[in-house]
């Protein structure tokens, strides 16, 4: 049997788990006996936890919201969990990331010496190479209470390039608040437009309070974060790009597949190498396998050789200008129409 703190710790970790627990089940999951768990759960109310006995054949306990915060216990995988939690916020770079450090260094110093080596041992560097400033706290915090309450939300938005005078007014219907490329968003629903809509947090500014309450809509794709990754992605679906295609490239699989993140990369010879990737166009598909600076062939699909072409002639004038800005006679037929983007480029 375990020692009493111990105990007490997986006791207050089971309770956490679940609404009812029967006293039998809590008393065989921590092989003692029903006059023990007794005890043990005594102890824990004058630690400050509110635990409820349930009366009746099944009676049992359940562990209540208190409206004071009673000591923290966590187990070791639980305390090394919030740890690199919170270092992780810490170098996100958002507006709470001073407040994550702080209670980091607070966390760390209550841990032991064993946990603090094994939180030591990682460093968690953000990696992001968006360069934006971070929303106000008050900022998400009235936008997630807005959402939270169904409410409809007014805010001035600048768009990127906008002066500070030349903020736009919106109302629209928040759904939900995600973190995507180290940027904070809303998706919401634009009454006005009849349409989803993605707004930057760091670009907004609240006007409060909230307006009132709407019906929530579906929100395409089940959620949030699946709704950003198929905007950003400009697809239908989330974790599916709009245009695929493959080409072989005069490079081994070794020197290609690090620098792909979303693809295959099949190995053909030595010096030859098949790379499929995707792309929210045709055109920025093909800049995408012409950064790996080798010979391309076999590129498919159709569409993808027509991007070739279109911004093979692209290069060529913007290579023949002068510098007054005017271009040279042209020196290859122009490509087709076809072969302009279908889409344009999803906004972040």
């Known amino acids: 049997m375990a ?9 207050l970790s089971l309770l956490q788990t679940r609404r009812d627990w029967p006293g039998p089940v809590l008393a065989e999951r921590l092989d003692v006996s029903d006059r023990t768990l007794r005890r043990d759960v005594g102890r824990l109310r004058e630690l400050g936890y509110r635990i ?9 306990y359940r562990l209540d919201a208190g409206t004071q915060l009673p000591p923290l216990l966590f187990d070791d995988e639980q ?51 968006t360069r934006a400033a971070p929303p106000p706290p008050d900022v998400v915090v009235a936008v997630s209470a807005a959402v939270e ?19 736009v007014r919106h109302r629209v219907e928040p759904h939900g608040v995600g973190f995507s490329g180290g940027r904070w968003y809303l998706v919401a629903w634009e009454p006005d437009l009849g349409d989803w809509r993605v707004f930057r947090l760091d670009r907004m500014t609240p006007r409060l309070p909230a307006g009132p309450r709407f019906e929530r809509r579906e929100l395409p794709g ?24 493959e080409a072989v490239l005069a490079l081994p699989a070794r020197a290609v597949a690090p620098f792909v993140e979303e693809g295959t990369v099949e190995e053909l010879g030595p010096d030859r ?17 012409g950064r790996f600076d080798a010979a391309i062939t076999a590129a498919a699909p159709a569409e993808l050789r027509e991007a070739f072409l279109l911004l093979a002639g692209r290069f060529e004038r913007a290579g023949s200008e002068s510098e007054d800005g005017e271009e040279a006679p042209a020196t290859t037929p122009r490509p087709s ?7 344009s480029a999803p906004g972040r």
């Open 222 to 245: 089940g959620g949030v974060r699946d709704f950003l990754d198929a905007r950003f992605r400009g697809s239908e679906r989330a974790g599916v790009w709009p245009c695929v295609g």
């Open 149 to 167: 309450a169904h409410q409809v939300l007014r805010f001035d938005y600048l768009s990127s390039g906008r002066a500070t005078g030349d903020a």
């Open 3 to 11: 020692g009493s703190p111990s105990r007490m710790l997986t006791l």
């Open 273 to 289: 190498c098949r790379l499929t990737i995707g792309s929210w166009s045709w055109p920025a598909l093909a800049a995408a396998l």
């Open 52 to 60: 409820t006995a349930i009366k009746g054949p099944d009676g049992g």
């Open 79 to 129: 305390a090394v969990a919030l740890a690199l939690a919170l270092q992780t916020a810490a170098s996100a770079g958002t507006a709470e990331s001073d407040g994550a450090l702080r209670a980091l260094a607070t966390v760390r110093q209550l841990l032991p010496g064993h946990l603090r080596n094994r939180i030591d041992g990682v460093s968690v560097v953000s990696v992001s190479s």
């Open 337 to 343: 129409a076809g072969a302009r983007p279908r889409r």
